[in-house]
Nanobody, 126 residues
Framework: QVQLLESGGGLVQAGGSLRLSCAAS????????MAWFRQAPGQEREFVAA??????????YNADSTKGRFTISRDNDKNTVYLQMNSLKPEDTAVYYC?????????????????WGQGTQVTVSS
């Protein structure tokens, strides 16, 4: 069974930082594109960042709203993907979801991902 387990969410003041983790099991981690999405109440699920392992190369893609503030990374030995979030803003408040896709296409669309974690809450106060 495939499982994605997020952790690291919490309450932080604007300008602060959080590091989210997503531990994956039940899949060949290095073969999957990993991504983070977020969803605020009443809003659509929004793409945050994705990371692809292509041989020895690692390619990352960020939403415009998170470029320069959020950094996605992965540790294939630990089957874990991370999201380092700096300079947090109140508008970053959302449930953050980890996702896995067997392909390298359609990375910004939630329908492209086969597996999802349960989400972790990030709240940024002003």
């Amino acid at each position: 069974q495939v499982q994605l387990l997020e952790s690291g969410g919490g309450l932080v003041q604007a300008g602060g930082s959080l590091r989210l983790s997503c531990a994956a099991s039940g899949l060949t981690f290095s073969s999957y594109t990993m991504a983070w999405f977020r969803q605020a109440p009443g809003q659509e699920r929004e793409f945050v960042a994705a990371i692809i392992q292509s041989g020895r190369a690692t390619n990352i893609y960020n939403a415009d709203s998170t470029k320069g503030r959020f950094t996605i990374s992965r540790d294939n030995d630990k089957n874990t993907v991370y999201l380092q979030m700096n300079s947090l803003k109140p508008e970053d408040t959302a449930v953050y979801y980890c996702a896995a896709s067997p392909s390298t296409y359609g990375l910004g669309y939630s329908s492209s991902y086969s597996y999802w974690g349960q989400g972790t809450q990030v709240t940024v106060s002003s």
